[in-house]
């Protein structure tokens, strides 16, 4: 789930900042002292990590940490826009046949991890083998992670084949097989062969979710938590973590030479101030990146305020105060507080389960039934109430910035009505049989939706909204709060009939998108266990086709199958507002990454 303004100022001519704090070793307390002269970025994240085990996260908070301290092959460029692919620890971008079905990559020699006892003292460096191994972990049964889709709709050869297998058998996964599809040729080379054509595969290589290079030395030493252990080639490594509460990461003392390189479109004249400023920067800027979590709004945006955290990303129930009409406030600017504000490719959504007896199913009543909920509900309302309008509406999943998004689109998504919504709810049967001013469902049993949310203030706020709009065409609503986490679990479970959450791009693409209703995906991103074989074709077919448009063609047809059947309620596109206390500089966030944090620098603090 992954923003903006240039911040301008000159980087490196700034002193060191001194800081002075307790640290500790990963997963408890310490007491040595932060040394004189570092340079901190102090920062909070708005929900808890679940951990740094790539294949085994989704949380934003987990994944903006291990992005830097795991590197995939590939990158987007931090400045070009529209998005660009360069190398990361590959030495140029992969070879890719003619078919899309056979990728090589080839990698920088000389990249070593950060130093760990799985390594026994000795200087580790990477190879083709660790991608290999770290592609196949997402197969391993024992993990059941939740990105597995990610490479199974690749249909890498051989790979589901073997997963099938060790499910069957209920056998350990034989990291040491080889499969056709996924092999190192040497050292520093791997190839990967797909059964079908995917032209945009290679977007898979620049996520560190996805294909964050882990060592295997270090996997089996810290088996019995490799969450807490997390050991990689990026900028950082991990130095202290008190679960849902502080997380610090120090500079990698193995990193390797990285200048800053940025190609910042002809008259982009922001991208192009960064880019200056930068030239020839070494990664990282800073040598310690401190986090903390801190759930609530109020206390995170003081602390930004009181100093103790260099930037915040503006909570959306204070944009009133800190961004008026989308305009950095007054007395922010005169502290030299610096605005970033971009409308993100991102989609804020609500998925019906398709297992629930009462909200999922194909039947006209049970398609009307979403419909009208969907219809009753005012996404734009949300947008003012509860977001302070820092949101625009959603016409379909497929946010800004992402090829197959459709700027000129008008939905009933974005057309709330409640006299719609009762009309369709009496034509099709759900009515007010008892007279207690409730609806029931047609076959006279009681309908109460149930919908999930988060323990926090603006999940509170989001709650009243959904109870005033579906009390108003007479469904009964019943709330089941619980933290992010477990809601997670429950969903990928099929436990939740209803539940929405913010989806955010991690490539220029809409494929990822349409991918939440594709039947494969069940159990994975696709939460609303829609299954429907019409759209699985289409999906499929779109998959496989060069950008263009017969592709444009066919997504736009799955995306209207999508909105027709209504297994998600498309409600918002964020628009984000990043602020820096005038000490910090940076670029602005790239869109589909989350590694930034490596060209961020701080100067001294004012007094």
Known sequence: ???????????????PLAVAATAGGAGGAGGARIASGEKVFRYAFNFAETGFDPPRVSDQSSIRVLAHIFEPPLAWDVLARPAKLVPLVAAALPEVSENHRRFLFTLRAGIFFADDPAFEGRPRELTAADFVYSIKRFYDPALRSEWLYRWENAKILGLSELRRRVLEQRKPFPYDEAVSGLRTLDRYRFEVRLAEPAPRFVHEFTSATLAGAVAREVVERYAADPQAHPVGTGPFMLHLWRRASRIVLVKNPRFREQRFAGDPAEGDTAAQAVATRLAGARAPLVDRLEFDIIDESQPRWLAFLKGEHDAVQVPVDLASLAVPG?????????????????LSASVTHTFFNFDDPLVGGYTPQKVALRRAIM???????????????????????IPPLCYGADAEMVSEMSRPSTARAA???????????????????????????????????????????????????GLRVRFEVAPFGEQIRRSLAGKLMIWGFTWGASSPDGDFFLGLAYGPNADQSNDARFRLPAFDRLYERQRSLPDGPERLALMRVANKLMLAYVPYIAHLHEITNDLWHAHVRGPMRQPFSSDWFRWIDVGPQPA
């Not at 789930?1 to 002193?15: D, E, F, T, V």
């Open 1 to 15: 789930m992954k923003r903006r303004a240039i911040l301008s100022g000159a980087a490196a001519a700034w002193p």
């Open 375 to 397: 219809l009753a509900y005012d996404s734009a309302l949300e947008a003012r109430l509860v977001r302070s309008g820092q949101a625009v509406p959603a016409q379909s999943l």
């Open 326 to 342: 989308g305009r950095l406030a007054p007395y922010l600017a005169k502290r030299g507080v610096q605005l970033d504000r971009q």
């Open 423 to 473: 009309a369709l709810l009496d034509l099709h049967g759900y009515v007010d049989r008892n007279g207690d001013g409730w609806r029931e469902g047609p076959d006279g049993r009681p309908l109460e939706l149930r919908i999930a949310f988060l323990p926090d203030q603006r999940s509170r706020r989001l709650s009243e909204l959904w109870l005033k709009r579906m009390s108003a065409v």
